[in-house]
């Protein structure tokens, strides 16, 4: 689904065949120029179409976005990292996030819901939470000495160690007042599973998952 990166050439055509299949028009989606930061833009109907087309337009230095606007759909794009998607029916408003270690590291999902609250007035009871696929604790290893500011979510199994994002975010989030039932978990591991792309496992030729979200 990536314009930039593995095999891009029927990315543009895999996009409209996704995305017309859940009521979006591919050429509305926005999209980020990620770079594992904790930067979230507020988007609206005039940003529609950044990063649709062609990824030079894309948004830079953004890691998530937020709206509050209807038929305005927003997307990450991933191979791995963690995408989190929250939605505030009270609102209504939506979130998505590009979560990999390093943005989790300075807690992106804070920084989502903290944008949310600001601009919309949405409430951490309120939200529910959704996670994309990404590398789990089975298959992400670290180094033993790795050093983060994590307090948990390091796991040691045989002396290696692992790192459990998807706990992290969930830990992050109730920690921010998000109820634990209302954080969906797939379970979905990109490195285990081949119906998914992995960086870790792929490198430099790793295409990238979409994951979008719309307000109806
Ligand atoms: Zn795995």
Not at 65 to 79: G, H, M, S, Y
Not at 98 to 111: C, D, K, L, M, V
Not at 177 to 198: H, M, Q, R
Request: aromatic content about 10%; overall charge positive.
């Amino acid at each position: 689904m990536s314009l930039c990166y593995g095999d891009t050439k029927n990315s543009l055509e895999n996009r409209k065949k996704f995305l017309g299949s859940i009521g979006i028009d591919y050429r509305s989606l926005i999209c980020a120029k990620q770079v594992h930061g904790k930067n979230i833009e507020y988007v609206t109907e005039e940003n529609k179409g950044r990063g649709a087309l062609d990824y030079d337009s894309s948004f830079a230095d953004i890691d998530g976005f937020i709206t509050d606007k209807r038929a305005v759909p927003v997307a990450i794009l991933t191979a791995d990292c963690l995408s989190v998607f929250i939605y505030d029916p009270k609102r209504p408003a939506i979130a998505i996030l590009h979560a990999g270690w390093r943005s989790t590291e300075q807690n992106i999902s804070q920084e989502g819901l903290k944008g949310m609250q600001n601009k919309f007035g949405s409430q951490p009871k309120d939200v529910f939470v959704g996670f994309g696929p990404s590398i789990r604790s089975c298959c992400f290893e670290v180094e033993k000495d790795f050093k983060s500011n994590f307090g948990f979510g390091l796991l040691k199994k045989d002396g290696r160690v692992f790192m459990d994002i998807a706990l992290i975010n969930q830990r992050q989030l109730v920690d921010c007042g998000v109820k634990k039932e209302n954080i969906f978990d797939p379970a979905l591991c990109t490195f285990s599973d081949d119906n998914f792309f992995s960086f870790r496992k792929e490198a430099q030729v790793a295409g990238r998952l979409i994951s979008v979200v719309m307000l109806k």
